[in-house]
């Protein structure tokens, strides 16, 4: 019905400028409506399945252990990361899935998942 639309404006002699407004009008629209669709996001609770990417993301959530303070909280995993510091180690083998949990000195931290 839309183009029916444009076909009479064009035989009536619509200007250009209408046409062009007609145009944004329904780009606009089909826009706002795939802005109103919303994703369904995936939940990985294995780190094996996380892209290496997105371990070390904010999409990733780990559980941290004050042992000092006996209090748990979550981290994402760019906070897990400034964690872990100069253990290049720990940090490769959690890149490529072996590892899913390490230590420090007053914490423990785990992968819980990641959403994206």
């Known amino acids: 019905m839309k183009n029916n639309n444009a076909e009479e404006r064009l035989l009536n002699n619509a200007s250009l400028e209408d046409l062009i407004k ?18 369904a996001l995936k939940t990985y ?14 999409m990733s959530v780990f559980r941290y252990f004050n042992r000092q303070t006996m209090c748990e909280t979550f981290v994402n995993g760019i ?22 949990a390490f230590t420090t000195d007053d914490a423990y931290v785990k992968f819980e998942k990641a959403v994206f």
């Open 22 to 39: 007609m145009k944004i009008e329904r780009e606009f629209m089909n826009d706002l409506k795939k802005s109103r669709e919303k994703k």
């Open 45 to 58: 609770t294995n780190i094996k399945d996380v892209p290496s990417e997105k371990i070390f993301s904010k």
């Open 79 to 100: 906070q897990a990361d400034a964690l872990i510091g100069l253990q290049n180690d720990v940090r490769e083998k959690m890149l490529k899935g072996e590892l899913s």
